[in-house]
């Protein structure tokens, strides 16, 4: 499952970034409201934290304007507004849940499974991505290929939900680099490399048309509908 938090304290987001790697989950992070949009903009994911002292604008703000524009991932709110009046705008302005600072992590994860939990019936067309006979089961964390399961370690699979959601679309070594393994590092690693060639071993296997494309210096390519 993916995550957008939306936090500007750098020590705050860099915490919540790699706590919630451990936990399974790949997460996109935004220090301010308008990042935080063109983000969500273009990715679907399953859930976003956002604290309200954002630089740009108020954190309720720009909850409503995701609403408005039709996203519906639950939204856990941290804050360190922590009066009755506060909490209560927040979660009717379109907060699921509301944790004041300091928080502690384990109430935090629990608090967001729970919300995934009650928003599977709501967002279902969220937990499966499928293209052509390729299908990921976000909740079950299991990828099949016309109905037959690919073993994929977890990084694998990681690595195969970004090109399915970017699907279509070319992603460079450094953009993988970036959202898979959440690192800035010299883009001529070939860790990327090794596991595109071990991930279509077990995708692209003989007899299948081939979903996964190398574009030689620049990235690589999955096959879209």
């Avoid at 509301?98 to 067309?125: D, G, H, I």
């Avoid at 299908?135 to 939900?161: C, I, M, N, W």
């Avoid at 490399?193 to 999955?222: A, F």
Wanted: a neutral charge.
């Amino acid at each position: 499952m993916r995550l957008l938090v939306v936090e500007d304290e750098l020590e705050i987001q860099g915490f919540l970034r790699e706590s919630l790697i451990e936990a399974g989950y790949a997460v996109d992070v935004a220090s301010d409201g308008g990042a935080a949009e063109t983000l969500a903009r273009k990715t679907a994911y399953d859930a976003l934290i956002v604290d309200l002292g954002l630089p740009d604008q108020d954190g309720i703000d720009l909850i409503l304007r995701l609403r408005g524009l039709g996203i519906i991932a639950p939204v856990v709110i941290l804050s360190a507004r922590r009066s009755v009046d506060d909490r209560v705008r927040g979660l009717e302005q379109g907060g699921d849940d509301y944790l004041t600072k300091p928080f502690a992590l384990a109430e935090l994860l629990a608090r967001l499974r729970n919300l995934l939990k009650r928003n599977v019936p709501a967002t279902a067309e969220l937990t499966r991505l499928t293209v052509l006979d390729l299908e990921l089961d976000l909740l079950k964390r299991r990828a099949t290929r016309s109905g037959e399961v690919l073993h994929l370690s977890p990084q694998e699979f990681v690595l195969l939900e970004y090109l399915v959601r970017n699907a279509g679309r070319v992603v460079t070594r450094a953009m993988i680099l970036d959202q898979v393994w959440g690192m800035r590092i010299h883009p001529d690693t070939n860790v990327v490399d090794v596991h595109i060639y071990r991930l279509r071993g077990k995708v692209d296997t003989e007899g299948r048309e081939p979903l996964i494309k190398t574009l030689r210096g620049v990235g690589y390519v999955l096959k879209g509908h």
